[in-house]
Protein backbone atom coordinates (compact mmCIF):
# COMPACT_ATOMS: atom_id res chain seq x y z
CA UNK A 1 0.00 0.00 0.00
CA UNK A 2 1.30 3.34 -0.83
CA UNK A 3 0.24 6.94 0.03
CA UNK A 4 -0.16 8.85 -3.20
CA UNK A 5 -2.08 11.96 -2.44
CA UNK A 6 -4.59 14.10 -0.23
CA UNK A 7 -7.81 14.90 -0.43
CA UNK A 8 -9.38 18.38 0.46
CA UNK A 9 -12.09 16.85 2.49
CA UNK A 10 -14.05 20.30 1.57
CA UNK A 11 -14.31 19.39 -2.00
CA UNK A 12 -14.83 15.47 -2.17
CA UNK A 13 -18.12 16.10 0.69
CA UNK A 14 -20.23 16.48 -2.29
CA UNK A 15 -20.06 12.57 -2.18
CA UNK A 16 -20.59 12.33 1.23
CA UNK A 17 -19.60 14.25 4.61
CA UNK A 18 -18.31 10.64 6.56
CA UNK A 19 -14.96 10.98 4.98
CA UNK A 20 -13.07 10.32 7.87
CA UNK A 21 -9.15 10.34 6.55
CA UNK A 22 -7.61 13.14 3.69
CA UNK A 23 -4.93 9.95 3.16
CA UNK A 24 -5.26 8.28 -0.20
CA UNK A 25 -3.66 5.07 -0.96
CA UNK A 26 -3.38 2.80 -4.06
CA UNK A 27 -2.90 -0.98 -3.00
CA UNK A 28 -0.19 -3.17 -5.26
CA UNK A 29 -3.77 -5.34 -6.29
CA UNK A 30 -5.28 -2.18 -7.46
CA UNK A 31 -1.81 -1.32 -9.44
CA UNK A 32 -2.40 -4.51 -11.04
CA UNK A 33 -5.55 -4.36 -11.65
CA UNK A 34 -5.09 -1.10 -13.67
CA UNK A 35 -2.01 -2.52 -15.92
CA UNK A 36 -3.91 -5.72 -16.30
CA UNK A 37 -7.18 -3.30 -17.92
CA UNK A 38 -5.46 -0.80 -19.01
CA UNK A 39 -2.22 -1.41 -20.73
CA UNK A 40 0.55 1.11 -19.92
CA UNK A 41 -1.60 3.40 -18.44
CA UNK A 42 -0.31 3.41 -14.94
CA UNK A 43 3.18 3.13 -16.46
CA UNK A 44 2.57 6.19 -18.81
CA UNK A 45 0.68 8.53 -16.47
CA UNK A 46 0.82 7.54 -12.69
CA UNK A 47 2.79 10.97 -12.23
CA UNK A 48 -0.56 12.38 -13.27
CA UNK A 49 -2.21 10.87 -10.07
CA UNK A 50 -1.45 13.24 -6.87
CA UNK A 51 -2.70 15.90 -9.10
CA UNK A 52 -5.98 13.90 -10.33
CA UNK A 53 -7.00 13.46 -7.05
CA UNK A 54 -5.71 16.64 -5.39
CA UNK A 55 -7.54 19.17 -8.11
CA UNK A 56 -10.41 16.91 -9.82
CA UNK A 57 -11.93 19.13 -12.63
CA UNK A 58 -14.88 16.97 -12.15
CA UNK A 59 -16.28 14.89 -9.59
CA UNK A 60 -19.41 12.93 -10.85
CA UNK A 61 -21.83 10.90 -9.15
CA UNK A 62 -20.84 6.80 -8.76
CA UNK A 63 -21.35 4.08 -6.11
CA UNK A 64 -21.58 5.43 -2.65
CA UNK A 65 -19.01 6.55 -0.96
CA UNK A 66 -17.41 6.32 -4.20
CA UNK A 67 -16.15 9.01 -6.94
CA UNK A 68 -15.63 9.52 -10.14
CA UNK A 69 -12.59 12.24 -11.06
CA UNK A 70 -11.70 13.57 -14.27
CA UNK A 71 -9.14 15.73 -14.62
CA UNK A 72 -7.53 17.05 -18.39
CA UNK A 73 -4.20 18.70 -18.32
CA UNK A 74 -4.47 21.11 -21.53
CA UNK A 75 -1.12 21.45 -22.18
CA UNK A 76 -0.67 17.67 -22.67
CA UNK A 77 -4.03 17.33 -24.06
CA UNK A 78 -4.63 14.23 -21.86
CA UNK A 79 -8.00 13.50 -19.91
CA UNK A 80 -8.37 11.25 -17.57
CA UNK A 81 -10.74 9.22 -15.51
CA UNK A 82 -9.93 7.73 -11.68
CA UNK A 83 -11.85 6.02 -9.35
CA UNK A 84 -11.90 6.84 -5.53
CA UNK A 85 -13.55 4.96 -2.80
CA UNK A 86 -13.87 7.16 0.13
CA UNK A 87 -13.30 6.11 3.45
CA UNK A 88 -16.08 7.06 5.82
CA UNK A 89 -16.46 6.43 9.45
CA UNK A 90 -18.33 3.51 9.20
CA UNK A 91 -15.83 1.41 7.63
CA UNK A 92 -12.98 -0.59 8.53
CA UNK A 93 -10.93 1.52 10.83
CA UNK A 94 -7.71 -0.13 9.13
CA UNK A 95 -9.37 1.43 5.10
CA UNK A 96 -8.02 4.59 3.75
CA UNK A 97 -9.17 6.54 1.22
CA UNK A 98 -8.36 4.29 -1.78
CA UNK A 99 -7.65 4.89 -5.47
CA UNK A 100 -9.89 1.85 -7.01
CA UNK A 101 -9.16 2.35 -11.11
CA UNK A 102 -7.18 4.91 -13.36
CA UNK A 103 -7.05 5.44 -16.92
CA UNK A 104 -6.19 7.67 -19.91
CA UNK A 105 -9.35 8.35 -21.76
CA UNK A 106 -10.65 10.26 -24.81
CA UNK A 107 -12.63 13.17 -25.45
CA UNK A 108 -15.60 11.26 -26.55
CA UNK A 109 -15.85 9.32 -23.39
CA UNK A 110 -15.09 12.72 -21.22
CA UNK A 111 -18.37 14.30 -23.00
CA UNK A 112 -20.26 11.45 -22.15
CA UNK A 113 -19.34 11.02 -18.60
CA UNK A 114 -20.10 14.58 -17.97
CA UNK A 115 -23.23 14.21 -20.05
CA UNK A 116 -24.18 11.11 -18.64
CA UNK A 117 -23.79 11.32 -14.75
CA UNK A 118 -25.08 13.68 -12.10
CA UNK A 119 -21.87 16.04 -11.66
CA UNK A 120 -21.67 16.59 -7.86
CA UNK A 121 -18.11 18.87 -8.05
CA UNK A 122 -16.66 21.09 -10.79
CA UNK A 123 -13.51 23.21 -10.41
CA UNK A 124 -14.47 26.60 -10.28
CA UNK A 125 -13.46 28.74 -13.75
CA UNK A 126 -14.03 25.52 -15.71
Known sequence: MYT????DREIYSCVTKEI???EV????????HIKDRHPNDFEKYCNYIKRIVEEP???LEDR??????????TDDNK???LVLRLKT???????KNSVLTFMKTNAKKWRQNINNKRILYK????
Open 64 to 73: PNTALVLKEF
Open 57 to 59: DYI
Open 25 to 32: VITGERVR
Open 123 to 126: RPNL
Open 20 to 22: ATD
Open 89 to 95: SSDNPEY
Open 79 to 81: QFR
Open 4 to 7: IARI
